[in-house]
């Protein structure tokens, strides 16, 4: 029988365990922090769902879903509001809409894209020019900027292309990889050289199978915590949990070994699924090379700010309501917020009648040192720039202040290259084994299917 150690409690170690004690693998977790799930936190507040890290996953992506219908909470997937999806973007002290037809930061409509305040018309000129795109396929990785700009111009990528990877991935565009980060863009400008064609003839094709419009994101009724919940109930006896930090990893018996809280805690089977950096700092004694690697990954760090209002104060007439699903700022008029989703707005089963509430990202690469601010600080620069930007003139009545320092990692201009090297390196090391979202995508399903990989590494190809 195989003993596995799982370094981290988040989504890709929990997945992990989940799908040993599935294949009948019992796992033991070391985790550092008081509570599993890792960033996925949820929180009750005056009868409010609180997510003090990710809100929701990717329709997309399967393997969220199918975990959770494994998990028997299918009757409580819920998706977002489509129906009153807007997103406003500020630009020039305005807060001005998204144009109606964009797909990230691609065009699909003609009339919205004439009409925008949110672009100049040098910018509408040039992404009306783009259809006319020849391909000119590329070998080599560059950054989402360089990107962007060849088919729509610079403005694209500041107003964007900018403020939109920010509110994902608190990343700058111009060094995040185009390849990891906007993979079928590629493909699809590569095919059809204009990268609004590709777009519009992937989407004409998904009409002629009559594919019914989902989601684009969904969560669960009671947050994301609940799927946290129900994994580690679902694992039961099959796991044990030792709260505190692996301080060290040796090779031993043709194993390993990891050092917590002072004992040593033997393992035949390592799966490392913490932070790439929290890895690399590990392996130094087991490959050099690999650490080395693992620490080229860089992180960007994070804070969610929510507060909670009451409606009535948010007054119709002359201030702006809250309208949509929220707002971004781009890093051109950026002071501290990066983003603010209107939570009631976004989701249902979140935000009871009569209260509001704002959920405000910050921090991200260009804004690491906010994390260091005290929470009375941040709360007034948020409510300040709340009152510039949206006219928010109401009194929070609750606030929460949540920080991840170094939880997202960044895929950077050849991160694939740098990938496959790590990936070699792990092969070629008998027992030893990565999950997390510093490898094949950053979301809660990519997670999951790499927590669900390196437990099918463990089981053996029989449990699928
Ligand atoms: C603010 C924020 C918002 C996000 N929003 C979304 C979203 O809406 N949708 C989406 O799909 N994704 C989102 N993401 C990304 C996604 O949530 C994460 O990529 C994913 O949850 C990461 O899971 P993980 O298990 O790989 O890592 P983590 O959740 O970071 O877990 C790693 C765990 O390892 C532990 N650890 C590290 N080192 C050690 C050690 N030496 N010993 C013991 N334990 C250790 C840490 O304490 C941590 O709990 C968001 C991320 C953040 C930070």
């Known amino acids: ?127 009306g020019m783009e259809l006319l795109r020849a391909p000119k396929p590329k070998a080599d990785d560059e950054s989402v900027a360089e990107f962007i700009e060849e088919h729509y111009g610079a403005e694209a990528v500041d107003y964007l292309a900018e403020p939109l990877l920010s509110g994902i991935y608190g990343g700058d565009p111009r060094e995040l990889s185009v390849t990891s980060v906007l993979g079928r863009f590629v493909e699809l400008a590569n095919q059809y050289g204009s990268l609004t064609r590709g777009v519009l003839a992937e989407r004409a094709k998904a009409a002629r199978r009559h594919a019914a419009p989902a989601p684009l994101f969904r969560t669960m009724k009671g947050g994301l915590g609940q799927m946290v919940e129900a994994m580690t109930g679902a694992i039961g006896g099959r796991m044990e949990v030792r709260h505190g930090r692996a301080e060290a990893v040796e090779r031993a018996d043709g194993g390993f070994r990891v050092k917590v809280a002072g ?146 990692a960044q895929y950077t201009v050849g991160h694939p290259r740098r990938v496959a090297a790590i990936e070699a390196r792990v092969a070629a090391i008998p027992g030893l084994h990565l999950a997390g979202n510093a490898y094949q995508g950053i979301g809660i399903p990519d997670c999951i299917r790499m927590g669900r990989q390196a437990a099918r590494r463990i089981t053996g190809p029989g449990d699928r």
């Open 263 to 408: 004992d040593w805690v033997d393992a035949n089977n390592l799966v490392m699924a913490c932070e790439a950096h929290s890895a690399s700092a590990l392996l130094a004694g087991v490959d050099g090379r690999l650490a080395g690697l693992l620490g080229e990954v860089p992180y960007s760090s994070s804070m969610t700010v929510a507060l909670g209002f009451e409606a009535g104060e948010f007054p119709g007439a002359g201030v702006a309501r809250p309208d949509g699903f929220g707002f971004l700022v781009p890093k051109k008029e950026r002071r501290r917020l990066v983003a603010c989703t209107w939570v009631g707005t976004k989701f249902p089963y979140r935000v009871p009648e009569g209260k509001v509430v704002a959920r405000c990202f910050l921090g991200g690469r260009a804004d690491a040192a906010v994390l260091e601010e005290p929470d009375e600080a941040v709360i007034a620069a948020v409510t300040g720039e709340l009152r510039q930007i949206a006219g928010v003139t109401a009194t929070p009545r609750f606030t929460r202040v949540f920080r991840w320092p170094r939880s997202m």
């Open 1 to 127: 029988m195989p003993e596995v150690v799982i370094i981290g409690g988040g989504v890709s170690g929990l997945s992990t365990a989940y799908y040993l004690a599935r294949a009948g693998v019992a796992s033991t977790i070391i985790e550092s922090r008081p509570r599993l799930g890792g960033v996925v936190q949820t929180e009750r507040v005056d009868g409010c769902v609180i997510e003090a890290g990710p809100d929701s996953f990717l329709s997309a992506k399967p393997a969220a879903l199918e975990l959770i219908r494994e998990l028997g909470l299918d009757g409580d997937v819920i998706g977002s509001n489509d129906h009153l999806r807007r997103t406003y973007v500020r630009r020039g002290g305005r807060l001005v809409p998204l144009p109606d037809g964009l797909l990230m930061m691609v065009p699909t409509k003609i009339l919205p894209l004439v009409t925008t305040r949110l672009l100049g018309w040098r910018t509408k000129v040039r992404m």
